[in-house]
């Protein structure tokens, strides 16, 4: 079976942007690439990999 998919969309991290929030919280598309929303409403960008079997 697949992995879910979520895909960051330019709609939703536009929605996301400037936003204040009480937490620091993650959104995943299910690939590796995730984006972090700061409590001030900032943007990062998180890439997890693998290589040689480590993260």
């Known amino acids: 079976m ?3 998919l979520n895909e960051l ?3 939703k ?3 996301l942007h400037r936003k204040e929030r009480d937490n ?6 299910g690939t590796g690439l ?3 929303a ?3 409403g900032g943007i990062s960008w998180i890439f997890t990999y693998r290589l ?3 993260s």
């Open 2 to 4: 697949a992995a879910e």
């Open 9 to 11: 969309s330019d709609k």
């Open 13 to 15: 991290l536009k929605n």
């Open 24 to 29: 620091i919280e993650f959104f995943a598309d």
């Open 34 to 36: 995730s984006a972090k």
């Open 38 to 40: 700061s409590k001030v």
């Open 52 to 54: 040689d079997g480590k």
